[in-house]
């Protein structure tokens, strides 16, 4: 992941068909940054697109579009 990107919330990890697809906002987010924490993790920047809404979280939480 990277500054620029398009981005989706992940909402379930799992779809439940056996296939491990996650479940996904229909929202897609634009990736304005990302900072690395003290433990190693990465929490991202992100701003609704159809809103402007933003917020940061953990990147594991996106998956990119």
Do not use: H, R
Not at 34 to 46: A, F, K, P
């Amino acid at each position: 992941m990277k500054i620029g990107d398009l981005v989706k919330l992940i909402i379930d990890d799992c779809d439940g068909t056996g296939t491990n697809t996650p479940i996904l906002t229909d929202e897609v987010f634009f990736v304005l940054g990302i900072t690395s924490t003290q433990v190693g993790d990465e929490d991202v920047l992100v701003q609704c697109v159809s809103d402007s809404t933003y917020f940061e979280c953990d990147a594991t939480n996106f998956w990119i579009v």
